[in-house]
């Protein structure tokens, strides 16, 4: 394997991206609903409401003006776009991660809780570390479950259209009161689809290079860096005497005959300095804070060496340290895979007697036996996601939905003009009549709708006109998502990724909020023509699920293990301040208008941009 070839394949800049998010997003941060509303979503349009036909200014020059009614009634076609491949997250706060940020991460965060994780984090627990039974079941199925990480990259792209009815009758003295209702139903396309998503193989892990001092002579030693986590991931299966049970063994141990030190395939990897003795200790530690492969040449002599590597893995990037006898790793570095994934061992070198470089003969000795391992286990195996796809889940797929979205219904009454000051009460019902996520492994399957729930919502509309060229608008509006079964991956107690695993049925709902404020400006010699600027805050509280079954059985096929309903919960509350704006003109009884919006900032929420265009008629 060529380490130089290596690195030109593997992009370094995503690699960065992966540590990360495995440094620093160590507990669960997903969202199952995590898309904002539509700029036009209500009423088909942003802007203030243009006065009724009969009362427009033109309405008397229409060579056939129709008779003063009690009734306004209009209709409205839109068609949109919405696309987005990055979530609002920061990522390297997992402290304060409610907090409202511009920082961004992968798509990932929303689907899955991380931006990438490793196959293990699934399971149980959430790793096999410490848990040698699953380290062997792990190595007998799919060694690459407790190593390889995984980093989905892909982008969510929506476009469609959203077709209503408005209607509303004027009542009282001079048209004081009004009462009315909304209906509208949307069409959408959804397709989530692929952009580079990273998949760790042998290779990212395990690497040996040919050394030639001297290109006129043959090569003189086969170097190595091999990752921690990798590893720490290594079991072989023993006969324990006398009983003859099976036993799994670990290739990285921890022991204390009284000291404390770590055993790597019999060989002592702790060392009171970095040369004890010629044996002691029998491998070096090379940091690397992404999880790439380090620089060339990968030995290096006690003298390189620049100090031990801390408890936890801490150390200078780029450096080659050294394991300390009586340091406490296995309560530290052996507990945490992911600090594990910034440390490779590489080989003690020595000056042979024609004072050239080589390797050790105990550095020799640990690449013979880990080969001899990968030889029997891994090359044999098959990818992680190829596991993962064994079992219906395709982390490497897309998805396009195409359907009509829920059917929304508004009645409403209020007191005023539009074209003065007005106040509407609005009660709301949104029908389950759009596409539904049918099987929990369709992992990147978006449903066109609320995923087949009612929705009821309670929302104030007032504005006022304060003169013919300028409106002002606020519509707060509160909804509750009601109480639904639905398809979801078993959440077992200490995983610490969402969405994969065998299916089970969960009750889900949510509540939210909308604020929407909106300026007009109206041409002041055509009050049917002019532009909004607006303001929208989006708040999403925590999902509300239970689960009536309190254990499932895992991939490995082990019966009775925990759920927590938590899993679903935890940081699935969103938020977004989103800009918006839209321009319009009506001519008599046709009106055109366009805009979009965009997101800039928030927590747990795609970082979204809409544009739409559609056209209104009047009656």
């Keep these: 394997m060529d380490v130089t070839n290596r690195r030109k394949v593997m992009k370094k800049t995503l690699k960065s991206i992966m540590l990360l998010g495995a440094l620093c997003g160590g507990a669960l941060h997903a969202s199952f609903d995590f898309l904002s509303p539509l700029s036009f979503d209500d009423r088909g349009y942003i802007h203030w409401f243009l006065a009724p036909a009969d009362q427009a200014w ?14 306004n009634i209009h209709m409205w076609g839109a068609a949109y776009t919405r696309s987005a491949n990055r979530a609002f997250f920061d990522k390297c706060d997992p402290c304060d991660s409610d907090k409202v940020t511009r920082k961004t991460t992968s798509l990932s965060q929303l689907f899955f809780g991380q931006t990438v994780f490793r196959g293990e984090n699934a399971f149980p627990g959430g790793t096999f570390l410490g848990n040698p039974a699953a380290q062997l079941q792990a190595s007998n199925v799919n060694p ?17 259209a959203n077709m209503g009815i408005d209607f509303a009758r004027y009542v009282g003295r001079d048209d004081r009161y009004h009462i009315g209702a909304r209906f509208n139903i949307p069409f959408k396309i959804i397709e989530i689809e692929q952009d580079g998503t990273i998949v760790e193989g042998l290779d990212d892990v395990f690497v040996t290079r040919i050394v030639t001092l001297d290109a006129g002579v043959d090569p003189d030693y086969i170097e190595y860096a091999m990752r921690y986590d990798f590893l720490s991931s290594l079991v072989f299966s023993e006969n324990s005497t006398p009983s003859g049970i099976l036993k799994a063994q670990p290739v990285v141990t921890y022991f204390n005959n009284p000291n404390a030190q770590i055993g790597l395939v019999g060989t002592q990897l702790t060392g009171v300095t970095a040369a004890d003795n010629n044996l002691i200790p029998s491998a070096y530690a090379t940091k690397n804070n992404c999880g790439d492969l380090p620089a060339v040449p990968f030995t290096k002599l ?6 031990s590597l801390g408890s936890d893995g801490q150390g200078v990037n780029g450096a080659t340290l050294f394991f300390e006898t009586n340091v406490d790793y296995a309560n530290n570095l052996a507990l945490d895979r992911n600090a594990q994934g910034t440390v490779f061992v590489t080989p003690r070198g020595l000056i042979d007697a024609q004072n050239n470089l080589t390797i050790s003969p105990i550095s020799a000795s640990i690449l013979s036996q880990v080969d001899a391992l990968i030889t029997t286990d891994l090359l044999v195996a098959e990818p992680v996601t190829t596991f993962f796809l064994n079992n219906g889940i395709n982390l490497l797929g897309s998805d396009r939905i195409v359907g009509l979205g829920d059917f929304a219904t508004e009645v409403y009454g209020g007191v005023g003009h539009y074209n003065d000051w007005f106040v509407d009460g609005i009660f709301g019902i949104r029908f389950p009549t759009g596409k539904k996520q049918k099987h929990s492994n369709d992992v990147y399957y978006k449903p066109t709708g609320n995923n087949g729930h009612f929705e009821i919502k309670l929302e104030i509309d007032g504005g006022w006109q304060p003169r013919p060229w300028f409106a002002f608008e606020i519509r707060p509006a509160y909804s509750h998502v009601c109480k639904r079964s639905e398809k979801r991956a078993a959440p077992f107690a200490g995983a610490t990724v969402v969405n994969i695993g065998p299916e089970i049925e969960a009750d889900v709902s949510w509540n939210y909020f909308v604020l929407q404020t909106d300026f007009s400006f109206f041409h002041p010699h055509n009050r049917d023509l002019g532009f909004t600027l607006g303001y929208e805050l989006f708040v999403k509280g925590h999902d509300h699920v239970s689960i009536c079954q309190t254990a499932a059985t895992d991939f490995f096929g082990n019966t009775g293990q925990p759920l927590a309903a938590c899993n679903y919960e935890v940081h699935t509350n969103s938020l977004s301040n989103k800009l918006r704006g839209e321009i319009f003109h009506r001519w008599n009884y046709f009106e055109l208008f366009g805009g979009g919006s965009q997101i800039l900032s928030g927590r747990n929420i795609m970082k979204e941009t809409e544009g739409h265009i559609g056209l209104a008629i009047y009656f």
């Design 58 to 71: 033109w309405y008397d020059t229409m060579p056939s003006a129709k008779k003063h009614t009690d009734w």
């Design 144 to 160: 690459f479950l407790a190593f390889a990480r995984i980093m989905p990259n892909f982008e969510y792209s929506e476009k469609g």
């Design 302 to 307: 006690p003298t390189q060496v620049g100090g």
